[in-house]
């Protein structure tokens, strides 16, 4: 009788012990995955997620809710991946996020330059090409992409969902293509003429004689980099000779938008259709889009036409800004 009590108190107390260390582990497991959601959030929220939003309305469009989708995918994806990671492994991400996430500013989000602190010259060209080629590809890639979309849509023209249409149809209406139809093979090559980079040389070299390498009143009190006129009263700087014409210099809010709102004049305006007619032969061709070749038909850009062209032709060669031409 006393060993079947001995042998049942031994029993309960395994158990207890066993529930014990059972309840232990559970409640270290817990406060493991909280602590890591915790490091999480710090690695992740703060970082990657926060540069990711500023990213989607940099670039926000008619993709905004694709965008917004795959960074909320990506996001899940990276919580799952990094919850299964130790703390040794978390802190380690944690450093080399924090790294990247300096950087990422030191590039991404340069302030603009005080243009004219710098000595007229080298070192004033060097921080004027630095700033803007920056912008230019940036803005050439997001071209090309949509570019490849439409490419493709065009191979599969008899398939194209309805979102892919709407996109299509917002395009078209966004570079002034009239009845666009999507059975006519004509409708999407007008498109795709028009919806092509500026070369970094040409952008460049315009952006730098328009704006005085960004010393110009209107660079500076206008953001306003590439020479574009508005022609409404008060939709811009008056300029201080300018006779019995009513145009203004049109201000922008951003250096980027100055060269967005450039890159889509020349992308729609009839004064470029020879500039993007030669730019649509080199793509035909298989070459890449050379800022030399297209900046014969810029003579409407300026009222001082071939001299114009000269003084572009020889700033390109002189800083060989051909170099960039790479798309």
């Known amino acids: 009788m006393v060993k079947k009590i001995f042998y049942g108190f031994l029993a309960t107390l395994l158990l207890l012990l066993i529930y014990y260390f059972i309840t232990k582990v559970a409640i270290k497991d817990v406060s493991t995955e909280n602590k890591q959601i915790k490091s999480v959030s710090q690695i992740r929220e703060r970082q990657e997620l926060e540069l990711a939003i500023q990213r989607v309305y940099e670039e926000a469009g008619e993709e905004l809710s694709v965008r917004v989708k795959e960074i909320i995918y990506n996001a ?186 450039y890159i889509h004049n020349i992308n729609t305006h009839f004064a470029y259709k020879d500039l993007r007619k030669s730019r649509s032969i080199q793509r035909a061709k298989g070459q890449k889009i050379k800022g030399l070749l297209l900046v014969k038909n810029l003579e409407k850009y300026s009222e001082r036409g071939s001299d114009y062209i000269k003084e572009l032709k020889s700033l390109i060669r002189y800083n060989k800004l051909y170099k960039y031409d790479i798309y």
């Open 76 to 261: 899940k994806e990276d919580m799952n991946f990094i919850l299964t990671l130790n703390e040794k492994q978390v802190v380690a991400i944690n450093r080399i996020e924090s790294q990247k996430y300096e950087k990422s500013i030191k590039t991404k989000y340069m302030a603009l330059p005080n243009f004219r602190k710098y000595i007229a010259g080298a070192e004033r060209k060097e921080i004027f090409f630095k700033y803007f080629l920056y912008l230019i590809e940036k803005r050439d890639i997001e071209i090309l992409n949509m570019r490849k979309k439409v490419i493709n849509w065009k191979r599969d023209k008899d398939n194209i969902t309805d979102k892919n249409r709407k996109t299509l149809l917002y395009l078209a209406d966004k570079y002034e293509i009239k009845d666009f139809k999507i059975e006519e093979n004509g409708s999407w090559n007008r498109l795709l003429s028009r919806l092509d980079i500026v070369p970094p040389s040409l952008a460049l070299a315009q952006g730098a004689k328009e704006s005085l390498w960004g010393t110009s009143r209107f660079a500076r009190y206008g953001y306003n980099y590439f020479g574009q006129r508005c022609f409404t009263i008060g939709c811009g700087i008056v300029p201080k000779e300018r006779g019995n014409r009513k145009f203004e210099v049109e201000t922008f809010s951003s250096p980027r938008e100055s060269l967005n709102s």
